[in-house]
């Protein structure tokens, strides 16, 4: 089975633009979560969606949104970039919207996409 | 808000030394999970600990839900060169009923050639 997927890789984009990043959960798993990681810190949580609803929301600007689509896979989309915007954004993939943090319903993630704004 | 204090920042030892990295907080967490970063990855879960003075251990990786619910150890036996990475804790927080994973910002381990 494949893990959960991210595309693209990398990407360079310009100040002002805007980006749209992809990401595939694990076949069967329902919820998709999206994490910014900043070189040198832990990643800080931006968006969870359940069943296509947005279920939780990080502090992060109106410029973030994100959706998820009927076979739950998720894009995160952003405006008007930032150079600080830069960092690796991750998504990881669970079964369940709670996350009760069982060794069932543990979060998996893919292996993120590189963004940097010039 | 709530945030997790990683120490050391970065370990150098030799491969077949134990090592031991430790998270705190200022808040009660119920829950601690203990991911692995290599290079150009995303994270992957090593150890989860779900109560209070919990040990579990992991092949050669053992963590410790502390008493006080505010902090949280991993040791590492006999090192490997396969151990590099950078090693995080994470705490579930309840925000608007929902789960988020609070992060701490990692502990960078290097083995000296």
């Known amino acids: 089975d494949a893990g959960v997927t991210q595309s693209p890789t990398h990407l360079i984009k310009t100040r002002g633009q805007h980006v749209t990043l992809r990401c595939s959960p694990i076949?069967?798993?329902?919820?998709v979560s999206w994490y910014q990681q900043v070189l040198g810190q832990g990643p800080q949580f931006i968006f969870q969606?359940?069943?296509?609803?947005?279920?939780g929301r990080g502090n992060f600007p109106d410029r973030f949104s994100a959706r998820q689509f009927p076979n739950y896979s998720s894009e995160l989309n952003v405006n008007a970039l930032l150079l600080g915007d830069s960092a690796l954004y991750l998504c990881?993939?669970?079964?369940?919207?709670?996350?009760?943090?069982?060794?069932?319903?543990?979060?998996?993630f893919g292996q993120g996409t590189r963004l940097t704004v010039v | 808000g709530q945030q997790l204090n990683q120490s050391p920042q970065s370990m150098f030892i030799q491969e077949g030394e134990d090592v031991s990295m430790n998270c705190t907080s200022s808040?009660?967490?119920?829950?601690w999970l203990w991911y692995k970063q290599d290079p150009g990855e995303g994270p992957v879960l090593l150890i989860a600990?779900?109560?209070a003075g919990e040990l579990t251990s992991n092949g050669r990786l053992t963590a410790q839900f502390g008493i006080t619910r505010k902090d949280s150890f991993l040791n590492i036996s006999a090192s490997i060169p396969s151990d590099v990475g950078i090693y995080f804790c994470?705490?579930?927080?309840?925000?608007?009923?929902?789960?988020?994973?609070?992060w701490g910002a990692g502990t960078k381990l290097i083995i000296k050639p």
């Open positions: 990881a993939s669970s079964l369940a919207a709670r996350q009760i943090y069982t060794l069932n319903t543990e979060a998996f």
């Open positions: 076949s069967g798993h329902k919820s």
């Open positions: 969606y359940y069943e296509k609803e947005e279920r």
């Open positions: 808040s009660i967490f119920n829950t």
């Open positions: 600990l779900y109560k």
């Open positions: 994470a705490g579930p927080t309840l925000m608007d009923s929902n789960y988020q994973l609070i």
